[in-house]
Nanobody, 120 residues
């Protein structure tokens, strides 16, 4: 089992950047595909980014390509989400996720979430 703790959320102006971090517990971190999802008020949870266990493969929805970048450091059990050119519509709670032996797009585990608010 793995536990996930997000950090790095906050308030930022439109056009700004934020870097979210996710600390994962467990000695088998490198087995997990990792991901980020988000949920805005009144909306369904949506996929943001995913990265394979090795970091060699990443996935993004077309709407976020070029602005968001996911990365991982297996030596530190960390996953990151770099968010640039933020827009008010990026405001949401962002969740770190883990998928056993997968690409990170079908989570088995979820963190508690971190709030990101983008002001116009």
């Amino acid at each position: 089992q793995v536990q996930l703790v997000e950090s790095g959320g906050g308030l930022v102006q439109a056009g700004g950047s934020l870097r979210l971090s996710c600390a994962a517990s467990g000695r088998t971190f490198s087995r997990y595909g990792m991901g980020w999802f988000r949920q805005a008020p009144g909306k369904e949870r949506e996929f943001v980014a995913a990265i394979s266990w090795s970091g060699g493969r990443t996935s993004y929805p077309d709407s976020l390509k070029g602005r968001f970048t996911i990365s991982r450091d297996n030596a530190k059990n960390m996953v990151y989400l770099q968010m640039n050119s933020l827009k008010p519509e990026d405001t949401a709670v962002y969740y770190c996720t883990a998928e056993i032996d997968g690409r990170g797009t079908r989570p088995n585990y979820w963190g508690q979430g971190t709030q990101v608010t983008v002001s116009s």
